[in-house]
């Protein structure tokens, strides 16, 4: 028999990883980094691309209805689109020797979600565009949806300095940008631009745990979930940064880092995109010894078939379980804490009917954080509110409490997984009475 080079081959321009050759040592790993914006396809199609695709620009790409994507930049940022969310990509160059990057896109319907690394220089901006609006930043991350001419925005780290601008001239309104900070939200319509254009509107940011939501507008439940799990994405991305600048990796350095890392994002294509033709050879010899009867070829060419795959797919496990280069690492870990968050500052007092959002935070081993808010059991210790699901409070005394005019308590989340049980709890807070409109308190 021939010596077979058996190979799974990635097809994209980021990465080539080779298992063995026809003498049996295992052949390196050869890894080029990318060179252009790329992207990964988490879930559903987008524009006909496959993951690890590298994009050029002007692109535009349109995200199915059952579909998730992220854009990859080469400073390590990264753009999440949603299901159902179509943008283009008007620019995304990184300048290596200088650092400056330039992302421009805009957002014509959907969400989208930036998590930008700290731009350090004065060249670089990141912009995200819908039809009455414009975002920038310089090292942050946020939300921003679009639909039928309603925006909103939701602020996650640092600030964003958005501009409300007429959907007809492409003129900006108002005389100064509105600075969104984290854990605030805003939102505004078409109809709004030229109230706020005549000062007969002002656009107000709120706290995000406390936005109404009714026909859409608000934070709805859609919005909060996406909003939980973007969040935990970039705790995963702040603790790889700490932990990069501990051992004393920085600038572009770190970035590489950034960049390499991602590339475990292809973990799934390059399990079913496995190059099976390279072992054709194989499958027809074996095939041939095994036929000692009269069967049918095609069916046991379909067994063969199966068995050298799963092989393949074993050795690939194998290579991803473990350092490929050191760019491809296993991020597994146990979990060993659970926390619980929000971004209202807890040691603070609320009152009766007031919203707060939390979310329960699974603490691993290896450091990374996982969101594990629709998964615990939650409960309210104490006299003080009611909490659903999803994690959100609503401040209500009870009856006997209301008389003091406040109650104290904490919010609770238990969390099973297998035989380790793992519970997390707030500080203690107070939630004071509501005086009805008339000054008298409730009786």
Do not use: C
Not at 87 to 109: F, H, P, R
Not at 416 to 433: I, M, Y
């Amino acid at each position: 028999m021939k010596n077979i080079f058996i190979a799974a081959v990635l097809f994209i321009p980021i990465l080539f990883l080779s298992l063995v050759g026809g003498d049996g040592k295992e052949i390196p790993p050869v890894v080029e980094l990318p060179t252009k914006p790329w992207i990964t396809i988490t879930k559903g199609e987008v524009s006909g691309l496959k993951s690890g695709d590298s994009l050029d620009y002007p692109i535009t790409l349109v995200v199915s209805t059952d579909g998730e994507a992220k854009v990859h930049f080469l400073d390590g940022s990264v753009l999440r689109l949603d299901s159902g969310t179509t943008i283009t990509l008007n620019d995304g160059n990184y300048d290596k020797a200088s650092g400056a990057i330039s992302v421009k896109v805009s957002l014509a319907v959907g969400k989208v979600w930036s998590k930008v690394i700290d731009l350090a220089t004065p060249a670089s901006v990141w912009e995200v565009k819908t039809s009455n609006a414009v975002a920038t930043v310089r090292g942050t991350a946020f939300g921003m949806s679009s639909e039928g001419g309603h925006s909103k925005m939701f602020g996650s780290q640092h600030t964003v300095a958005l501009q409300v601008i007429d959907p007809k001239t492409g003129e900006r309104v108002g005389k100064e940008p509105i600075i969104l900070s984290e854990g605030k939200f805003v939102e505004w319509t078409n109809d709004d631009v030229e109230k706020i254009r005549v000062n007969k509107k002002v656009v107000v940011a709120v706290d995000v745990a406390v936005s109404p939501a009714s026909a859409g507008a608000g934070i709805v439940p859609r919005d909060q979930e996406w909003l939980n799990a973007n969040e935990s994405e970039d705790t995963k991305i702040e603790v790889q940064v700490k932990d990069l600048k501990s051992r004393g990796v920085l600038r572009e350095k770190l970035r590489e880092e950034l960049l390499k890392d991602s590339l475990r994002e292809v973990r799934t294509e390059l399990k079913t995109k496995i190059n099976i033709k390279t072992e054709e050879r194989r499958v027809g010899e074996i095939v041939e010894r095994k036929i000692t009867e009269p069967v049918k070829k095609a069916e046991v060419r379909a067994e063969v078939r199966a068995e050298i795959k799963k092989e393949i797919l074993n050795n690939v496990e194998q290579r991803i379980d473990s350092p490929i280069g050191g760019i491809i690492r296993s991020r597994r870990g146990t979990p060993v804490d659970l926390i619980i968050e929000s971004r209202t500052f807890i040691n603070s007092d609320f009152a009766e009917q007031q919203k707060i959002a939390f979310r329960a935070m699974l603490v691993l081993s290896d450091g990374s954080k996982e969101d594990v808010t629709s998964s615990v059991d939650w409960r309210v210790v104490g006299p003080i509110g009611t909490i659903d699901a999803s994690g959100i409070f609503v401040g209500k005394l009870t009856p006997e409490i209301s008389e003091m005019g406040e109650g104290s308590g904490v919010v609770m989340a238990i969390w099973k997984g297998g035989d380790k049980e793992l519970a997390g709890k707030t500080p203690v807070f107070r939630v004071l009475l509501k005086f009805e409109d008339d000054g008298e308190r409730r009786g």
